[in-house]
């Protein structure tokens, strides 16, 4: 689940970037570390997607999730670039969802401080007091509560901003059984690109057992990957190929993330039969 907070669970820090972010206290990570919330925001999500044009060329109802609202940097990022845009034939959609908004609330009382956030003081107002801000051609909602409760009541994704925190700190978020229910409440008929900061082969493994389509992602901050995930092969720019399911048979990191089940461990032989059967590797 996402994780809620007090006030008390944040500070304000400096990142590598010498941009200002938010860090928990209670977990120790710092949101969007080393190049700061914008420039990973904008970086990993907003031009990895192409969300622009996509929506652009999609026209009518363009949906994006946010999945791990925090202190908002990926929803603002978004947001900014939509700005201007009144005229695009598509309706914008963005879907926020986190435990609370706590993380947010500390945000906003420290939005001079993150800078980012201080020019859309009125949106934030908005979401947090009504749990929703709209301004053409965007719609902002936020859905508090458990994302596994909250997923199926929202309207099926274009795009998934996925930003929780990490497996280490919040492994329900990541598990087998959490990702197949995520790609069954995507549309067959509908393109859906799910970015992600992470590299481990453990998570590769695991969307790819859920039912996804997974490839290499842009570089962000000190990682030379991240991961990209689909429910349409073509959607992806570098998908996994056979060198990588090879190398899974020496990986000790390879075995898919299961609830209950703790540290890294070599692939199954069952989860590399079915790995193995995965269209994106048929042939």
């Not at 492994?171 to 509908?190: I, N, Q, S, V």
Request: hydrophobic share 45%; proline share 6%.
């Amino acid at each position: 689940m996402l994780l809620d907070h007090t006030s008390e669970d944040f500070e304000i820090v400096t990142v590598q970037s010498g941009d200002r972010s938010v860090r928990s206290r209670k977990f120790g990570e710092i949101f969007h570390p080393v190049v700061g919330p914008m420039a990973e925001a904008v970086g990993l999500h907003v031009r990895q997607q192409g969300l622009v044009e996509r929506a652009a060329r999609a026209g009518g109802r363009f949906v994006i999730w946010d999945v791990g609202l925090g202190a908002a940097a990926n929803a603002i990022a978004v947001i900014e670039a939509f700005a201007g845009w009144a005229d695009l034939r598509a309706r914008i959609e963005l879907h926020s969802f986190d435990l609370s908004d706590g993380a947010l609330r500390f945000a906003l009382a420290h939005a001079n401080e993150l800078g980012y956030l201080a020019r859309h003081a009125v949106a934030v107002h908005s979401l947090i007091g009504q749990g929703a801000w709209a301004e053409t051609p965007l719609q902002w909602r936020f859905h508090p509560g458990s994302f596994r409760e909250t997923m199926p009541l929202a309207p099926a994704p274009h795009a998934i901003l996925y930003d929780p925190y990490s497996p280490q700190s919040n492994p329900d978020m990541w598990t087998l059984d959490h990702f197949t229910r995520l790609h069954g409440c995507l549309f067959a008929e509908l393109p859906c690109l799910l970015t992600n900061y992470t590299r481990s082969t453990a998570v590769r493994v695991t969307l790819l057992l859920a039912g996804f389509f997974v490839g290499r992602g842009h570089a962000t901050g000190e990682k030379d990957e991240t991961t990209i995930a689909a429910n349409d092969l073509a959607l992806l720019e570098t998908p996994l190929g056979l060198d990588w399911l090879a190398g899974l048979r020496r990986s000790t990191n390879a075995a898919p993330l299961r609830a209950g089940i703790s540290g890294p461990a070599a692939i199954s032989p069952e989860d590399w039969s079915r790995l193995a059967a995965h269209p994106q590797f048929a042939g």
